[in-house]
Structure formats: C-alpha cells, structure tokens
C-alpha cells in the first residue's frame, strides 16, 4: 500500500477529504476530541456502537431518507456525499461522507446501494446484514459555505460529527463514514 493511501485510510477525516479534495476545497478546520468531552445532546448521538440512521430516527421520532450531494465509484468502491433529511420536513439532520465496499454485500442489497433512496443505516437492517459499527475519532468541525449550504445554515457554527468504520460479521470493513451533525434544538 502506497504512503499516500495508508495515510488516508487513517485520516480522522477520510473520506470527507477525498469529496474536498476532489471539489479543489480544503477541508474546514477540524480536531479530534474525547467523545465524553462532547455537549449533548451530541454526546448521545455520537458516542455509541449503533448506526447513525437508526440513532437519528429514534431521536428525531421519524423516518429519515437521503438526499445525494455527489458520488464516485472506483470499481467496487462506491463513494458518495449524502445529507440525511427528515422524511415530511427534509430537515437536515446529518452530512455524511461514505465509502462502501460493495463487494462486501449481497446483489440486492449492492443494487438498493446504488439506487440511492436510502442510508445505508436502512439497508443494514432491511436485509438483516450484521454489522458491527466502530467510532474512529470524534470530531469538532467549523462550518464552512459547503457545510452550511448542505445543511441549510447561515454564519459560523461549532458542529460535532465522528469518524466510524462497520465491520461484517467476519471482521471486515464494509464502510468508512463521516457523519457531521447540524446544531440541535
């Protein structure tokens, strides 16, 4: 593996910084915090084992659906920017940046992928696909105009988000996310 791809394997931003990269953009200013550091309600939100989707649609009490910013599919690689909405609303709850290892999934499942009307949050669980999801790093970001277009936000903002990667049941990586959170209330 080339030094340049080890490095953003491990970046606490991959693979939002490939989607930056790839616009000419830099990424916003971003660190790494504790996430028992992490205010609520973001706290919550972010530090667990479970998906994003289910965690949001518990928290917001209903349906959640995606809506696509841009995609990129390198064989069975599959990238893609995502904003989360509230079903009814289409309130931005969540900017994602994700790579999905197709290969990793059944045809039905690859094919509702890619047919992108759903999280991959959905999918998982429409199709019974264990998982096992694994915070990297949880992060504290500035919104910057492509952050705040996406959510619907003026001004600066504090926003908090974390770097996770799901494994199958054999171990094996099947996604690496970034899940950025607007302000809440």
Known sequence: MNTTLANALHSIAYPLDEFYARSGLNLPPLDQIDGEALPEPYKSLLVHERDMTSTLENFHQ??????????????????????????????????????????????KARQEILREQFPLGHLLKDF???????PKAFLR????????GL?????????????NTLLNA??????????????TG
């Open 62 to 107: 209903t349906g959640i659906h995606l809506r696509l910013v841009s995609r990129d599919q390198r064989g069975d690689e599959y990238f893609r920017e995502v904003v989360l909405v509230l079903d009814g609303s289409e309130k931005p709850v969540e900017f994602g940046a994700i790579k999905i290892l197709l290969d990793k999934f059944p045809e």
């Open 128 to 134: 019974a696909i264990e998982y096992q999801s694994c």
């Open 141 to 148: 970001i500035a919104s910057d105009k492509t952050i705040n």
């Open 151 to 163: 959510l619907g936000l003026a001004g600066a903002h504090l926003l908090y988000g974390r770097r």
């Open 170 to 183: 054999a171990g094996d990586p099947i996604a690496e996310i970034v899940e950025i959170l607007p302000p």
